[in-house]
């Protein structure tokens, strides 16, 4: 049974810096991992999909990284903004039409 | 382009009541489905999913079910609430089959059992 684990489980940090989110899986056989943020008391906003044959995904300040084969993925962030304090979760998907599996997700302060 | 909708945002109800969710989905055909739990503290549970119309797969044992009366459409109930049912939850649809796979979430409903 597939397994996603997210650390840390919160962090802060200074506006302005650089940072990485962590999040491993224990089936490395995936068929996509996807990225989301999500608001205190709102939906989840997908950032990123990297499919399995993708090493990383780039979006403005974020860039994702996939080492399938080690079973892990990172956020990074670039320049840190308190815009974007909120919870990133991370979820993976085995096959085109199975549901994804979501960690508990990293809770992110950037303090201003 | 594609839209989700879900509601009621937010509701309280008491021990022993039925619960009615619903969420439809705007701008695409034969979607695939799904209701997260995310209750507080924890991860992101997955409930229910649906690749079509009546079909049905529960991830979990539990209090609630789930229809797809139309193709767009995807209700979660319950016929007695326990308070162990609170909690937020999500809709959410993707492209069946190939493709990018895009997980799109709701907007979410807080429910809360007294």
């Known amino acids: 049974k597939q397994e996603v684990t997210q650390i840390p489980a919160a962090l802060s940090v200074p506006e302005g810096e650089n940072l990485v989110l962590n999040c491993s899986f224990t089936?490395?056989?995936?068929?996509?991992l996807q990225w989301f943020r999500q608001d205190p008391g709102k939906g989840l906003t997908s950032l990123l999909l990297?499919?399995?044959?993708?090493r990383e995904q780039t979006s403005g300040r974020l860039n994702a990284s996939l080492d399938k084969s080690s079973g892990r993925s990172t956020l990074y962030i670039a320049a840190s903004q308190p815009g974007d304090s909120a919870t990133y979760l991370c979820?993976?998907?085995?096959?085109?039409?199975?549901?994804?599996?979501f960690g508990k997700g990293t809770r992110l302060s950037v303090i201003a | 382009s594609q839209t989700i909708h879900q509601w009621p945002a937010t509701l309280v109800q008491p021990v022993g009541s039925p619960l009615s969710l619903e969420c439809t989905v705007e701008g695409t055909s034969n979607p695939n489905l799904y209701w997260y739990r995310q209750a507080a503290g924890r991860g992101l549970q997955l409930l229910f999913y649906?690749?079509?119309?009546?079909?049905i797969s529960s991830e979990v044992p539990q209090n609630l079910s789930a229809s797809r009366p139309q193709d767009r459409q995807f209700i979660l109930s319950s016929k007695k609430l326990l308070l162990s049912d609170s909690g937020f939850y999500l809709c959410a649809w993707s492209f069946s089959l190939s493709g990018a796979n895009v997980l799109t979430f709701g907007a979410g409903s807080r429910l809360t059992v007294l």
């Open positions: 649906s690749v079509g119309i009546g079909q």
């Open positions: 990297i499919q399995s044959s993708q």
């Open positions: 979820a993976v998907r085995h096959s085109g039409n199975t549901p994804l599996v």
């Open positions: 089936d490395s056989a995936i068929y996509n």
